[in-house]
Every structure is written in structure tokens, then in C-alpha cells.
């Protein structure tokens, strides 16, 4: 796991972020302010949703226990 800014990554969202060539700052900048947010399947996650150029990007977060928020998985999609 690793913090940036406000967010906890899991070392599963790291691996995406590289995977999809995004950086943390990107995931950073779509859930602090998303186009679009909703309830996810996953018990207490959201997800956030930011459009940049031709490229959707989505962030799945949860806070736990202590209210700090965990990034857990991101993807990006073509629109």
C-alpha cells in the first residue's frame, strides 16, 4: 500500500494504475472531483467516474475504519 495526498492505494490499485499507464495524481484528481459518483456492488465502496479527452476513468474507493479513504482498483475505458 502506498498514500498519496488523501488517498491509500492497494498494491492491486498500483498494479492497475501502471497496467492502464495512470498515475496516481490521476486517480487522485477523479475521485477528489468526478464527473460522476456512484454506490458500488462492493459493501460501503464508491465509485468515481472522470472523463479525460477520449479516456474514461474510474476509481473504486471505500473508507475504513478510520475513515481514510483506499483506493481499490481503477480502470480506464475509450468513450
Given at each position: 500500500m502506498r498514500n498519496?495526498?488523501?488517498?491509500?492505494?492497494?498494491?492491486h490499485a498500483l498494479a492497475r494504475l501502471k497496467e492502464?499507464?495512470?498515475?496516481?495524481?490521476?486517480?487522485?484528481?477523479?475521485?477528489?472531483n468526478p464527473d460522476q459518483s456512484e454506490y458500488a456492488k462492493a459493501k460501503g465502496a464508491w465509485i468515481y467516474y472522470k472523463i479525460y479527452g477520449n479516456t474514461k476513468i474510474?476509481?473504486?474507493?471505500?473508507?475504513n475504519d478510520k475513515k481514510e479513504w483506499i483506493v481499490l482498483s481503477v480502470w480506464s475505458r475509450p468513450v
Open positions: 498519496y495526498k488523501d488517498l491509500i492505494f492497494t498494491n492502464r499507464g495512470l498515475s496516481e495524481g490521476d486517480a487522485w484528481a477523479t475521485w477528489k474510474e476509481v473504486v474507493a471505500k473508507q
